[in-house]
C-alpha cells in the first residue's frame, strides 16, 4: 500500500522556467511533509518542509504548497537551474502514531540548458 | 557540524562474510535510522532508533543486527548477506522522531558476492 505517491517518474524542464513537481497521499494522519533531492550513490538532502497548519512554504527558489483537501503537494522551483537535476522525492509522516517517515516513489527531474 | 558520517562509502563482500557498518552524527539528535536504498526506488526504512533504545524493526531478516552504543554512533552489523541484499544503506539522523526533519548520511554501497 503506497501512501505517499509521485505518479510522474520523469519530468524535463527548460533551464530558467518553472519545475512542478507533484505527490499525493492518502493517509489523513500524516500532518508534516518534506521534499528531498538526490544525486545517485548519494544520501537524500532536504530541501524544504510544510506543516499541516500552513498551505505554503517558501525557501528561496524553492517552494512547497499543501492543499490538505486534496491530499496534494507539489514542489516549484524557479527558475530552474542544470545543477536541480536530481531525483525529488517527497515525504511524509504523522505526529501521532507510527514514528515512521513515509517516501514516495520519486521524480526525476531533468533540467534542458 | 550538521553531518553524517558513514563508512565505509563502498563495501564487497562474501556471503559467508561478517562486516559492519558506522554511522557518527554530532549534531546532538537522539534518532537514528538505517535506510536501504535499491535503484530506481525509495528509501525503505530498517531499523529505528529513539535515545538509543530501538523503535522500530521493520521485519528485517536477522542477517541485518543494528547497534546504537551511544546517542552519536550507530552500526549495522552484516552477516551472512545475500546476493538481493546489495543496495545503497543510508543512516540518518534527527532531534527527535517525529515531525522532524531527516539528516541523511551519503551512504555505503554494498555489493554482496
Known amino acids: 500500500d503506497q501512501q505517499v505517491k509521485q505518479n510522474s517518474p520523469s519530468l524535463s524542464v527548460q533551464e530558467g522556467r518553472i519545475s512542478i513537481l507533484n505527490c499525493d497521499y492518502t493517509?489523513?494522519?500524516?500532518?508534516?511533509f518534506l521534499w528531498y533531492k538526490k544525486y545517485p550513490a548519494e544520501g537524500p538532502t532536504f530541501l524544504i518542509s510544510?506543516?499541516?497548519?500552513?498551505d505554503k512554504n517558501e525557501d528561496g527558489r524553492f517552494t512547497v504548497f499543501l492543499n490538505k483537501s486534496a491530499k496534494h503537494l507539489s514542489l516549484h522551483i524557479v527558475p530552474s537551474q542544470p545543477g536541480d537535476s536530481a531525483v525529488y522525492f517527497c515525504a511524509a509522516s504523522a505526529s501521532f502514531g507510527n514514528e515512521k517517515l513515509t517516501f514516495g516513489t520519486g521524480t526525476r527531474l531533468t533540467i534542458i540548458p | 557540524d550538521t553531518e553524517v558520517t558513514q563508512t565505509p562509502k563502498h563495501l564487497v563482500m562474501g556471503m559467508t562474510n561478517k562486516k559492519s557498518l558506522k554511522c557518527e552524527q554530532h549534531m546532538g539528535h537522539r534518532a537514528m535510522y538505517w535506510y536501504k536504498q535499491k535503484a530506481k526506488k525509495p528509501p525503505e526504512l530498517m531499523f529505528v532508533?529513539?535515545?538509543?533504545?530501538?523503535?522500530i524493526n521493520e521485519s528485517v531478516p536477522s542477517r541485518f543486527s543494528p547497534e546504537c552504543p551511544n546517542s552519536s554512533l550507530l552500526n549495522l552489523h552484516l552477516h551472512a548477506l545475500q546476493p538481493e541484499d546489495s543496495a545503497l544503506y543510508l543512516c540518518?539522523?534527527?532531534?527527535?522522531?517525529?515531525?522532524?526533519?531527516?539528516?541523511f548520511g551519503s551512504g555505503t554501497q554494498l555489493s554482496v558476492l
Open positions: 540518518a539522523s534527527s532531534r527527535r522522531t517525529r515531525g522532524e526533519k531527516l539528516f
Open positions: 510544510i506543516s499541516s497548519i500552513k
Open positions: 493517509n489523513s494522519m500524516f500532518d508534516y
Open positions: 532508533y529513539s535515545y538509543e533504545k530501538l523503535s
